[in-house]
């Protein structure tokens, strides 16, 4: 019985479903303004936002604009990283666990920033 608790301890513990941790907003900002210390967010008005995460079949949770080296893509937050994938493939875009870039494909400047600096995976 003493064996078989911290048998079972270390059985939980190790055991996960495979998927990775999911990437913060924070995260993805340090990662991109690495890469391009000249990113940013464009902001909308008050009573609009640039990014209206209802427009989207799987709904995001945030959406951002977000300008690197001058070109503009969308970088979508979701709560999981299945509901992003889905998006992605969707959209035919790019995406990193729970984020998805849109406006990138065809971009050859964005193209090799996410799949460079933030890791991006084609989904098309």
Same mark, same amino acid.
């Given at each position: 019985m003493k064996i =078989?608790?911290?048998?079972? !301890?270390? !059985?939980?513990?190790?055991?996960?479903d495979g998927?990775? &941790?999911n990437i913060s907003r924070d995260k /993805?900002?340090? /990662? @991109? +303004? =690495? @890469?391009? &210390?000249? /990113? +940013?967010?464009?902001v909308g008005s008050i009573d609009k936002a640039l990014v209206d995460c209802?427009?989207?079949?799987? +709904?995001? +949770?945030?959406?951002y604009m977000v300008v690197i080296k001058n070109l503009e893509m969308?970088? =979508?937050y979701y709560e999981n990283q299945?509901? @992003?994938?889905a998006s992605a493939k969707r959209l035919k875009a790019f995406y990193y666990r729970n984020w998805v870039f849109e406006d990138v494909r065809g971009e050859p400047i964005l193209e090799r920033f996410v799949l460079s600096h933030l890791h991006g995976k084609k989904a098309f």
């Open positions: =078989l608790i911290p048998l079972l !301890f270390i !059985f939980i513990s190790c055991s996960n998927e990775v &941790p /993805m900002l340090a /990662m @991109a +303004r =690495l @890469a391009d &210390p000249t /990113m +940013r967010i464009k209802k427009e989207y079949v799987h +709904r995001c +949770r945030t959406g969308k970088a =979508l299945k509901s @992003a994938l």
